[in-house]
């Protein structure tokens, strides 16, 4: 067993300062490290990590973090006043595992240590409720606003949670699940968050836009797969996120490779997709998760891979990916690239102003 000082002695070369090291712990074989960091978090990040790996008798390690996250400016009529950063998961098509990304991310960010929340605006196809677990019915204490349900420490919602069946096809009209939508982002009592990560339908659209329209500065998440760049349905996404002005901020690239029982690295889907999108998107790319059955068994059993297994490398890609969401982030808003708080579509239009009977 590696003792406090001995992770401590370890540690504090990589360390711009000794005040960037906040907390050690050390239980059994398993190291938590908490962070105070003033730069990127991403390079000292895997630094901390490489460091812990090579520890003797170390079996399992995590860096949590300690930080002010930077803020958007938010509008006056935004209906989300106490949350810092609205992060939209997005995808060209259905399939290439952005419910996954989107439900991993939100674990890689929780167990860090932010405050985070999970919305799941995929409306025509929520999979969130299985993914992490969650039945149940949303409710209202007060007959006003709607509690979320909270899992593994994160609050979450979906529209899953409001059908009889989830798996059921949602036959539901466009502008009621909208209205929905709307709903739960200004009803829902999400508190104080750092990151709200809305899992969006696939495709190119108006649920983007009705989110463009009521969200001061959200910022997209564009998540693809190495031959998804063969199709045009990703560049779509990414001109769409253009033209309702959603800054994209970083792309993902899924099943990336898959690594055999001997080691053997296998490009499946190719190669070079996920950097061609980000250079399209003239975004960082976040990073490559590659195909690991563990992903899917365990989201098959309602815990993501993330809280299930965190110390095995598949997780290791997510939090990677989350550590540089929150580093593109960040570099986001200190340039002040923010942009005017969104004109407010009084129209009816999609989303319109139905209320769903959640709380009869
Ligand atoms: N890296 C991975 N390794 C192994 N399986 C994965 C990986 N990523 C996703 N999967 C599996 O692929 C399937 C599709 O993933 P997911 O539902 O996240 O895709 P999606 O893009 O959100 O799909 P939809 O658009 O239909 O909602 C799931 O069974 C998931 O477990």
Not at 195 to 223: E, F, H, M
Request: hydrophobic share 40%; charged share 25%.
């Amino acid at each position: 067993m590696a003792t406090r000082e001995e992770v401590i002695a370890a540690l504090s070369p990589l360390l711009p300062d000794p005040s960037a090291l906040a907390e050690v712990v050390v239980l059994g074989r398993d190291v938590t490290v908490t962070l105070r960091p003033r730069g990127p978090r991403e390079e000292l990040g895997s630094k901390v990590r490489e460091a812990l790996a090579k520890l003797p008798d170390v079996a399992g390690f995590e860096v949590r973090w300690q930080a002010d996250v930077q803020g958007r400016n938010v509008g006056p009529e935004d209906p989300l006043p106490e949350v810092k950063n609205v992060v939209l998961v997005m995808s060209g098509k259905g399939g290439v595992g952005k419910s996954t990304c989107a439900t991993n991310l939100t674990m890689s960010l929780h167990r860090a240590g932010f405050r985070v929340g999970l919305l799941d605006a995929d409306i025509y196809g929520p999979s969130i409720p299985t993914m992490l677990g969650v039945t149940g019915r949303p409710v209202s204490l007060d007959g006003k606003s709607i509690e979320p349900l909270e899992r593994f420490g994160v609050k979450l919602m979906s529209i899953g949670f409001l059908l009889e069946d989830p798996k059921a096809a949602v036959v539901w009209r466009g502008p009621m699940l909208h209205g929905a939508l709307l709903q739960f982002l200004k009803d829902v009592r999400w508190g104080a968050l750092d990151y709200l990560i809305l899992d969006l339908p696939p495709g190119t659209g108006d649920v983007a836009l009705t989110l463009a329209q009521r969200i001061s500065s959200p910022y997209a998440v564009i998540v693809t797969t190495p031959q998804a760049v063969a199709t045009d349905d990703v560049y779509k996404s990414v001109s769409m996120c253009e033209k309702v002005n959603i800054p994209v901020v970083g792309v993902i690239e899924n099943m990336s490779y898959f690594i055999d029982t001997a080691g053997v690295k296998h490009e499946l889907f190719g190669r070079g997709g996920g950097q061609a999108i980000a250079d399209f998107a003239k975004a960082p790319l976040l990073g490559q998760v590659p195909i690991d059955q563990s992903v899917r068994e365990w989201g098959d059993k309602g815990t993501p891979v993330v809280q299930a297994s965190p110390f095995s490398p598949i997780a290791r890609a997510f939090v990677t990916v989350a550590e540089r969401l929150t580093d593109a982030v960040d570099a986001r808003r200190t340039e002040g690239e923010e942009e005017a708080p969104p004109e407010i579509d009084r129209s009816g239009g999609p989303g319109g102003r139905k209320r769903l009977p959640i709380m009869k």
